[in-house]
């Protein structure tokens, strides 16, 4: 029973233009949410995160949305450049900060071509 | 600039073997963990730590042992390999437990293979 979905297994975008990757999540308790991107060979890296009594965080070329009436959040990426082509993992919390309980979604890959 | 370091990068083992994957942290971090990650699935967490002397389960701890007897090192025990156990592997760790902006910090994975 997944808790947190990533539905895309990939995305190809053109350098320039925006990429949009989704995350849908079940529990409603998950009140954190973070995005972490992975190159090959290379642990996973933060990148963003969100939490819930907000609905969006911006930081540079990246912006997360948060619904959570559809318990779904998005990653933005303004615009994609080859370097952005990796793996994206959505992840949930239950608890700020509460690692031991952090869900992860099986990941996005994106590639970003000229 | 270390962070975290974990060996070995790749093994292949046979199955009914034991094995332990070295994990080490030069960042002061309480917190480490052991996640593995299968093909097309998330990242699952097998144990944690909150600090020296201290480990609990994960998601998924069935067939590993882990100890973690200073700050720095957190290795993790495959006692009896089986082939459910082929995935990659990744040691991390954090400050704090704490609040928004606390990061996890990932080593680079290991690979593990049981034939």
């Known amino acids: 029973d997944q808790q947190v979905k990533q539905n895309s297994p990939s995305l190809s975008v053109q350098e320039g233009r925006i990429s949009i990757l989704n995350c849908d999540y079940t529990n409603s308790m998950f009140d954190y949410f973070l995005w972490y991107k992975k190159y090959p060979a290379e642990g996973p890296t933060f990148l963003i995160s969100i939490s819930s009594i907000k609905d969006k965080n911006e930081d540079g070329r990246f912006t997360v949305f948060l619904n959570k009436s559809a318990k779904h959040l998005s990653l933005h990426i303004v615009p994609s450049q080859p370097g952005d082509s990796a793996v994206y993992f959505c992840?949930?919390?239950?608890?700020?900060?509460?690692?031991?309980?952090?869900?992860f979604g099986a990941g996005t890959r994106l590639a970003v071509h000229p | 600039n270390a962070g975290v370091t974990q060996t070995p990068k790749f093994r292949i083992l046979k199955i009914g073997q034991s094995m332990t994957l070295q994990c080490t942290q030069d960042m002061n971090h309480n917190y480490m963990y052991w996640y593995r990650q299968d093909p097309g699935m998330g990242l699952k967490l097998i144990y944690y730590?909150?600090?020296?002397?201290?480990?609990d389960k994960g998601e998924v701890p069935n067939g590993y042992n882990v100890s973690r007897s200073t700050t720095e090192d957190f290795p993790l025990r495959l006692e009896l390999a089986a082939p459910s156990q082929t995935s990659v592997y990744f040691c991390?760790?954090?400050?704090?437990?704490?609040?928004?902006?606390?990061?996890?910090?990932f080593g680079e994975g290991s690979w593990l293979t049981v034939v």
């Open positions: 992840a949930a919390s239950a608890n700020p900060g509460g690692y031991n309980k952090l869900i």
């Open positions: 730590s909150v600090g020296a002397g201290i480990t």
């Open positions: 991390a760790s954090s400050w704090d437990r704490g609040t928004i902006g606390n990061t996890i910090y």
